[in-house]
């Protein structure tokens, strides 16, 4: 029996060259709707928002910036009464169900208490204020969103399981009566069996998306973290099992575990076809369901992306590290056809990605491709270097390192837009592919009808 081939893990400079984590911020205000987001540190960090977010994120009336002065930083002011006097001006303008304090590395040099301050405020307010620190001490600009949903999951309520065991030993009881009413009994009451919560920043039409594919293999999602609103934050406690849809999300795993006894699925990331295919597998078993039509579903889904398949197999990436979904898209995209010859990460959770990283050795093998080798912290000289030996056909980066990239002719793809597109689930993978493959369109002019292609909506 031939063994996979195990992939190896490098370590280089021991430097994260990521973007700032405050940029959570730019979805999280905008998914958790009844939400207030404070951010505290100086004008700079006001200023890094302000052009990394787009002006009109202060138009908005849910986010702020409590900009510390000179006072603040040499402890002439009081930060309790400071940020007290902004939290009732934001209670008196707006009235958020939550107010969320994003601390800075300004908050972090001078130790601030925002920790302390902020369960007195939270009772002299009336609202709650949740903490979570986002600052240059983390490994990559996405686990802003991680340290906050993080924070959020102790104000998760509790889930009674021995309520819940009654609620439905007593509907079962009902329904042994009235057998016309199994059909409605099991819409309404099957959820009581399957206690999923979700992970994980998503647009509302692609955790729709995710949604469908559980309720599919008759899986009901009991709710998500975040929730569209504060007041519907999911039931967390021994019964429950959690499932994360993002891999930079580790310390939101680990948290539910800890705190509150939840139990962790350990799946791959439902990017792609294959890894949503993966991703239910994982889920189904732990609810004792057996999943049925995967294989038809995923080989439809394969015969729609054709057209992208085409242009990008046999082709070669280089992913530089930024984000954290470096794993994913090189497994996905080695599915595709591609050539991985690095995947640079600024940080590898071994334990939370394992099942990611034991499918990718599945699809190299299946797909006869070589092992990408993996390197943690890289050195962006040696990449530099590294690819100017390789010549790789495309190379994932930091917008940083886009422009010389492309001086030394190697072709470029922003890792941020993968970020902030709709990536998940398997109707979503025509978006990777339309990101992907626009640089090596731009510089091969013989596909003819592509314009056409990139707007054609496929319905699976």
């Not at 195990?6 to 021991?14: K, M, N, R, S, Y």
């Not at 042994?176 to 099991?186: G, H, I, N, R, T």
């Not at 039409?205 to 934050?233: C, D, F, H, I, M």
């Amino acid at each position: 029996m031939k063994t996979l081939e195990i992939p190896t893990f490098e370590c280089e400079t021991g430097n994260y060259h990521t973007f700032c984590p405050i940029s959570c911020v730019a979805w999280l205000y905008q998914k958790i709707e009844d939400s207030f987001f404070l951010v505290v540190g100086t004008k700079t960090r006001g200023y890094f928002s302000q052009n990394a977010l787009g002006v009109m994120t202060f138009a908005e009336p849910r986010y702020a910036m409590a900009e510390s002065e000179e006072g603040d930083i040499s402890a002439q002011l009081n930060d309790q009464k400071e940020l007290e006097r902004i939290c009732l001006q934001i209670k008196n303008d707006r009235n958020p169900s939550v107010v969320i304090w994003i601390g800075t590395c300004t908050t972090e040099i001078i130790k601030m208490d925002l920790e302390g301050i902020a369960p007195k405020l939270e009772k002299q307010l009336g609202i709650p204020i949740v903490v979570a620190r986002a600052n240059g001490l983390d490994y990559a600009f996405t686990q802003g969103e991680d340290t906050v949903l993080a924070a959020m999951t102790h104000r998760c309520p509790e889930y009674n399981r021995h309520t819940a065991d009654q609620h439905e030993k007593a509907a079962n009881l009902v329904v042994a009566d009235v057998a016309s009413s199994k059909k409605l009994f099991d819409e309404k009451y099957n959820s009581n069996r399957f206690n999923l919560v979700l992970f994980g920043s998503l647009p509302s039409s692609v955790a729709s998306q995710l949604n469908l594919e559980s309720k599919r293999q008759s899986v009901s999602v009991s709710g998500w973290l975040p929730s569209q609103k504060y007041t519907e934050l999911p039931a967390l406690g021994e019964g429950v099992y959690v499932c994360g849809v993002n891999p930079f999300l580790s310390r939101t795993a680990t948290t539910p575990m800890r705190r509150r006894k939840c139990q962790l699925v350990g799946a791959p990331f439902p990017i792609g076809p294959d890894g949503t295919r993966a991703w239910i597998e994982k889920t189904c078993p732990v609810f004792d369901v057996k999943p049925e039509g995967l294989e038809e579903r995923e080989n439809q889904i394969w015969k729609n992306l054709s057209d992208y398949l085409e242009v990008i197999t046999g082709k070669s990436i280089f992913f530089m590290g930024d984000n954290l979904l470096e794993i994913s898209l090189a497994r996905f995209l080695i599915r595709c056809g591609m050539v991985v010859y690095e995947v640079g990460i600024p940080y590898m959770d071994r334990r939370y990605q394992a099942a990611e990283l034991l499918l990718l050795q599945h699809t190299c093998e299946n797909m006869k491709k070589p092992m990408p080798r993996i390197v943690e912290k890289p050195d962006n000289y040696s990449q530099v270097q590294r690819m100017h030996e390789l010549k790789p056909d495309l190379a994932i980066t930091g917008m940083a390192h886009a422009n010389p990239l492309e001086a030394r002719d190697i072709d470029t793809k922003w890792s941020v837009e993968f970020t902030f597109a709709q990536i998940h689930g398997s109707v979503n993978a025509r978006d990777v592919l339309e990101l992907v493959t626009r640089p090596l369109r731009r510089r091969s002019d013989s596909v003819l009808g592509w314009r056409s292609l990139s707007r054609q909506a496929v319905d699976v």
